[in-house]
């Protein structure tokens, strides 16, 4: 006779293993109040990195298990959620835990802590039911930072028309001190008093280059690709930087470059400079010195190729440097990361996205970054720029200031400012034109349409209330189809400007301009229009 085996039959704790095993949630079960290991589940040590542990108690959770804080340190024993449920004899959520595993893994958790007792009412065990909870952690953050982001882009946006609002007003006061100053220079016989004139033209053009550095920076507007100089980039924009920064740290410029010139967006390579200065001034807490430097460079086939994508030939280098602590090797391939930052995470001190945006601005101008340690100390931070090809130089001399060229006929000047207004007609005046003021487009607009054919230039500002030169050059043209307008902002040309010139305005003239230049442009146009 055969005897058949009998099945086990498994016990209640064994069946209620198996089914905590295939829970989608972490299970911890220890004795109260010692806090002996009794029974964890298969997605514990899947959260953990790790099983159970029988060799840890109450007091001593933290380091085995890798628990530490959303601050970085070691989650405090008396705040673990076993001893919170001891104390508090009821259920305990806690969700500021980070599990930091052996893997280097880190696992945001959220653990609820469940006291059990016996029928004598007495604590014997504590029941933790711990969730990953890295996802909802991680779209949180990301969350907060595009709202950081949208609120950081809306300040810069306010920034930039503040910037550009105080520009435009800076750049008509500047206008109207250049006109006065190349009219009285005109007339002045005085070698001393020419001198002096020549010295307030000189003054206004710096404040004029100062005032575009602003602009630039604050982004009003997305410029041109046209020839810039990288020379005068770094000028304009290391004067900005010596006001603005700690007075502690000393800004040097070497221009070595004796080409200087690439093709791009000067208001990005004004960027570039701006961004790469700011972190050379955070890497000096306690000051020191930055260089903003320029030189020629020449790339054979060798260096060209430890540079992609740059290919040999001529280049101008940028350069930023300063003596701080330098950066840790370790994290020099993530510099140019967007959001990857050492700096500590507020307001003031950045988002990661400085050096992102000077990575892009570099890639999209064909160009290529490197970073290297300086000398004897700090982070030399350099930028290969095409060279741009070489410009057709004048036979004129460039030291020579250009004639004035006088005119004729009348001028319908629309100009807003009161003072570029009446500085600009007495300049108008002073070379032979007949001047009709305007203060507005819709004033320019009624003077206009009787006697179209009686002005030979509209001299047209850009920037104007109640109607501005694009709506006012618009309204013009459809009462005189050719109507010769000259442009006028104190704006750089830009997409703004781009896309008036684009509607068939002829001739563009930057605020502030000397009567030269004035004579000049409007002789050209007056001789371009049949």
Known sequence: ????????????????AAVADELPVGVWVARAPGGEFVYANRTFAEIMGQAGRTDVAVGEYAAPYGIYGRDGKLYPEGRMPFVRALEQ????????????????????????????????????????????????????????????????????????????????????????????????????????KLRDLELVDEVTERAVQLTRALVGFAGRGKNLAQRVSINQVVRSMGALLRRTIDQRIVVAIELGASRGDVIGDVSQLEQIVMNLGVNARDAMPDGGRMVLATADVVLDEESARALPPLRPGPYVLLEVADDGAGIDPAIRDRIFEP?????????????????????????SHHGAIEVRDGTPRGTRMRILLPAAPPAERSTASSAARPAVRMGRGTVLLVEDDPLVRLATRRALESIGYAVVSAADGAEAVEL????????AVVMLDMVMPRMDGRATYLALRAIRADVPVLLTTGYARNEEVQAILDLGVRAFLPKPADVESLSAALARLIESTP
């Open 448 to 455: 206009f349409r009787p006697k179209p054919r009686e002005f």
């Open 1 to 16: 006779m055969v005897k058949r085996a009998m099945s086990r039959v498994p016990t209640d704790l064994e069946i209620i």
């Open 89 to 192: 004899r009821t259920t305990v959520i806690v969700d500021d835990i980070v599990i930091h595993r052996a893997d280097g893994r880190q696992v945001y958790i959220r653990a609820s802590a469940k006291p059990v007792f016996d029928a004598a009412g007495t604590l014997t065990h504590v029941v933790i039911a711990f969730i990953d909870i890295t996802r909802e952690v991680d779209a949180e953050r990301a969350r907060a930072e595009s709202e950081a982001r949208l609120q950081r882009a809306q300040r810069m946006e306010s920034i930039g028309k503040l910037a550009g609002g105080i520009a435009h007003d800076f750049n008509n006061l500047l206008a109207s001190i250049k006109l006065v100053a190349s009219g009285l220079r005109r007339s002045e016989a005085d070698p001393e």
């Open 339 to 363: 959001y990857f930052t050492t700096k500590a995470q507020d307001a003031s001190r950045g988002s990661g996205l400085g050096l992102a945006t000077v990575y892009g601005i570099v890639e």
